[in-house]
T-cell receptor
């Protein structure tokens, strides 16, 4: 089992929809959880990160971590065509390397 | 600040040729990383460095070598390119993994698209 599993999609939604992106992980030592966004032919950029369990909100984006079930989620409210990108979940322990999911490509239709 | 830059942006090689990819960062980061990104495989760590003069293997190091002679530069070498090394290569940099309990963001470069024929 890979350490981080992410549904590869792709995912297509209409503008204004609520989007839910999910990952699972296997290593209980992981403490930091992040979402990177990658536009076509660009490098990944950090969108949000959370420490341990709980929610973190930033505008239309909410990151959620449930350590008991080893589940990582990203919610996008009122999705916009500009949100069309590949979203990568990643996680790490205190002094270890990032482990990435495979990424899911999201397309928001006008 | 330019952030993380990568040279070249594109390259086509023939099997058996060698080349060096250059990564430069101007954020005074200690840690630097080389990843490759393939369809359906996500980002996989090739090699990384925790400081000038140090290197370490990542998840997929075979066929690659690296050097960190200067703090701001991290070089990735392919001694004898193979078609399996066709990929998009990303460099990233960060301060240490964590500082005072907070995670330190990895900043990525724009990538190098390499095709090996």
């Amino acid at each position: 089992q890979k350490e981080v599993e992410q549904d590869p999609g792709p995912l297509s939604v209409p503008e204004g929809a609520i989007v839910s992106l999910n990952c699972t992980y296997s290593n209980s030592a992981f403490q930091y959880f992040m979402w990177y966004r990658q536009y076509s032919r660009k490098g990944p950029e950090l969108l949000m990160y959370t420490y341990s369990s709980g929610n973190k909100e930033d505008g239309r984006f909410t990151a959620q971590v449930d350590k008991s079930s080893k589940y990582i989620s990203l919610f996008i409210r009122d999705s916009q065509p500009s949100d069309s990108a590949t979203y990568l979940c990643a996680t790490t322990g205190a002094n270890s390397k990032l482990t990435f999911g495979k990424g899911i490509t999201l397309s928001v239709r006008p | 600040n330019a952030g993380v830059t990568q040279t070249p942006k594109f390259r086509v090689l023939k099997t058996g040729q060698s080349m060096t990819l250059l990564c430069a960062q101007d954020m005074n980061h200690e840690y630097m990383y080389w990843y490759r990104q393939d369809p359906g495989m996500g980002l996989r760590l090739i090699h990384y460095s925790v400081g000038e003069g140090t290197t370490a293997k990542g998840e997929v190091p075979d066929g690659y070598n690296v050097s960190r002679l200067k703090k701001q530069n991290f070089l990735l070498g392919l001694e004898s390119a193979a078609p399996s090394q066709t990929s998009v290569y990303f460099c990233a940099s960060s301060y240490s993994v964590t500082s005072g309990g907070a995670w330190n963001e990895q900043f990525f470069g724009p990538g190098t698209r390499l095709t090996v024929l």
